[in-house]
Each structure stands twice: as structure tokens, then as C-alpha cells.
């Protein structure tokens, strides 16, 4: 765009020179106009295109909201047809996060957890790992001083317990990722500790 202003004041400038320049400057001047006529070309085609795409993105961001609010309806339904007492989202905030970012987020004032899939977490191909498990992530904030540990025992049946990874460099308060490991699919209580907090909720691992 910048090349095209630059060209078109040079014609211009050429266009104001003195009727008697001669045949150098015609020439210049008509190789000045074809550049021109070739980047406005250029420029037009690629405002099309920027348009196209921009309605693409418009179009896929629909779909995407329209997926999420269907699946969303999809776990409700399972979570409320299910025996299994899958915790709903209380949007207690902690420390730090808005009130319009809390969707998700479960806590007691001491102790919060995002609470992944809404509570039903499938056995896809984004949560299967190798060996059968099936592993998710969960951010937790500590009101609390304390490290984070988390246990977590199977409702509905015998299965090993829990496996939770809690990495390090997170400090002794406020925010800790965290990921959780479930042996088998099933109806899960899980537990998160630091410092005198203690925080449980309940999920629901379903085989899709």
C-alpha cells in the first residue's frame, strides 16, 4: 500500500512537469502508470481475499460457538441423567480472576479448581493416554499457604486410585496447574488440600 501512494504522487509530480519534457520523461510517466495499475490490481485482489477470509473466520467462529453449546447441552444431560453426583460449578472467584472468567471454577473461599468438560470428561483422543488412563488438566488456586495435593478415590466401583502430577515452581500460594490421571472411566471424587483448605468435587469419566 505504501509502494502504491509512493508511485502515484510520483505521477503526479511527472504528470505536473512542463508540457515541453520530452520523450525520457513520457516514457517514465507511462511505465509509472502500468506500475500503478498493477498494484491497485493487486491491492483489489487482496482486499477480496482479506474479505473472504474474514468471513470464513465469522463462519467458523459460529460453528465453534454453536459445537460448544451443543456439546455443553450433551454433559449436562449425561451429568443429570447419570446416578454419578457430578459437581456443578459454584463461579466462586479466586484471587486475581474476574467474575466473568469464573465460569468453571469451583471453590470455597479458601481453595478453587477449573473443573474440566464440565464435569464429564471424555475418553477421547485429547484425554486417553497410553496406557488405558484418562488424563486432563485442572488449575487450582490456593487462598492458603500450602503445596497442593490432590487424592481421588472411584464411586461407582474398584479401581486403583487417582494418579496426579503437581509441578513445582508455582510457590506456596495462589496459582498451581495441575494434571489428573483417571485409572478407568467412571464417577470420581477428587480431593485438593493445601496449607488447612480442603476442596472436593465429583466427575464423571465417560467413554466416547
Known amino acids: 500500500m505504501k509502494r502504491v501512494i509512493a508511485l502515484t504522487v510520483a505521477v503526479a509530480a511527472l504528470v505536473a512537469l512542463p508540457a515541453q519534457a520530452g520523450p525520457p520523461i513520457a516514457k517514465q510517466l507511462a511505465e509509472l502508470k502500468r506500475q500503478v495499475a498493477v498494484l491497485q490490481s493487486k491491492v483489489g485482489t487482496l482486499s477480496a481475499r482479506n474479505e473472504n477470509l474474514a468471513e470464513t473466520n465469522r463462519e467458523l467462529r459460529g460453528d465453534t460457538t454453536a459445537l460448544e453449546a451443543e456439546l455443553g447441552t450433551l454433559r449436562r444431560h449425561v451429568a443429570t441423567t447419570s446416578a454419578c453426583p457430578v459437581t456443578t460449578p459454584n463461579g466462586s472467584n479466586p484471587p486475581g480472576v474476574a467474575a466473568s472468567e469464573s465460569g468453571g471454577i469451583h471453590g470455597n473461599g479458601r481453595l478453587w479448581v477449573s473443573i474440566a468438560y464440565d464435569g464429564v470428561i471424555p475418553a477421547g483422543k485429547n484425554t486417553l493416554r497410553s496406557d488405558g488412563s484418562i488424563g486432563t488438566k485442572f488449575p487450582?488456586?490456593?487462598?492458603?499457604?500450602?503445596?497442593l495435593k490432590i487424592t481421588g478415590v472411584r464411586l461407582d466401583g474398584v479401581a486403583p486410585p487417582l494418579r496426579a502430577d503437581v509441578p513445582s515452581g508455582y510457590g506456596t500460594t495462589g496459582f498451581q496447574a495441575?494434571?489428573?490421571?483417571?485409572?478407568?472411566?467412571g464417577c470420581w471424587e477428587v480431593t485438593g488440600r493445601a496449607g488447612l483448605a480442603v476442596l472436593t468435587f465429583v466427575v464423571l469419566v465417560v467413554k466416547v
Request: hydrophobic fraction near 40%; glycine fraction near 18%.
Open 140 to 147: 487450582w488456586w490456593r487462598g492458603d499457604f500450602g503445596e
Open 178 to 185: 495441575s494434571g489428573i490421571d483417571f485409572p478407568t472411566v
